[in-house]
């Protein structure tokens, strides 16, 4: 069985695939539902009131699997592969604050849309040897702290570097870091992955993290993904870390946490009993 968590962030977050509520209102809900841990999507981790989040961490029994650093790039433009400097030098510096912040909670941090997009003044090459530069120097910082870096291939309308599970595990020996895993998003497999199931076997043992979201990115049984052959294939390449659902919510918070539970349960339920 695999441990359940979802994606939440401010309710100010320019990215719709999050919940938005308030957090002690959202770490209840999933408590309440049976979920075990959240992922927290945070602008600026320096800004957090860390003794109030793990008070009511612990309140609710929620772990923090893994931090998402999206929104840095959203409203900020950081970019590990940006032709500015000051923009590179911006991200590398939050992701190893998240760092810091993963070492307090034990959890992962992620880098996926803080790679950056390929943008005009600099070639595709250049952006991509930026890119393999900055990440070097944040998992380097990372495996001091004992903290583990998830990479996550993006579809095509979100970025042009790294799209498929291919060109991650390429990024990956490039890099050449223990502290580098991969985080692996349905959504996006969907778009680019030939056959989900095969990728998943292809990139055993370097899986770190598991994003969740059906088809049309709502929750796991609302689009036409079949979860019961994605876990299965988690199953045989020894994934042993979270579920989180980065989804879009429909119609309301309750609901999708819900069904996304429901889904994702039915399926293990099938998966375990026939192992
Ligand atoms: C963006 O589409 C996404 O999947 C996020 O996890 C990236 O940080
Ligand atoms: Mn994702």
């Known amino acids: 069985m695999f441990k359940k968590s979802m994606v939440v962030a401010p309710p100010s977050a320019e990215f719709e695939a999050v919940v938005r509520e308030p957090l002690e209102e959202a770490l209840k ?7 075990e841990g959240v992922e927290l999507s945070i602008l600026n981790p320096t800004r957090l009131n860390l003794k109030e989040l793990e008070g009511v961490l612990e309140e609710y029994g929620l772990e923090v699997p893994a931090l998402s650093t999206g929104l840095n790039y959203i409203h900020y433009g950081f970019s590990l592969s940006s032709p500015s400097l000051e923009k590179r030098k911006a991200a590398v510096s939050r992701l190893k604050e998240f760092v810091d912040l993963g070492e307090v909670l ?15 003044e600099i070639s595709k090459d250049e952006a991509y040897r930026r890119m393999v530069e900055g990440l070097r120097e944040v998992c380097s910082y990372a495996e001091g702290r004992g903290v583990t ?28 870091t223990s502290a580098l895993y991969l985080l692996l998003d349905t959504f996006h497999m969907n778009i680019e992955e030939p056959v989900i199931e095969d990728s998943i076997i292809k990139a ?12 049309n990115r709502y929750a796991p049984g609302m689009g036409h993904i079949d979860f019961k052959s994605i876990l299965d294939a988690l ?25 996304t539970l429901e889904t994702l349960k039915k399926a293990e339920k099938e998966v375990f009993k026939s192992s």
């Open 29 to 35: 809900v999933l408590h309440e539902l049976g979920f």
């Open 106 to 120: 034990g959890a992962g941090v992620i880098v996926g849309l803080m790679r950056g997009r390929l943008e005009k």
């Open 149 to 176: 870096i998830f990479f996550e291939p993006l579809n095509r309308y979100e970025t042009q570097l790294v799209n498929t599970v291919d060109e991650a595990i390429e990024l990956w020996e490039k890099v050449g």
């Open 204 to 215: 055993r043992g370097l899986i770190g993290h598991i994003h969740v979201a059906d088809s």
């Open 235 to 259: 199953r045989k390449a020894d994934y042993q870390g979270y579920l989180s659902a980065e989804i879009i919510i429909k119609p309301d918070f309750r609901t999708a946490a819900k069904t």
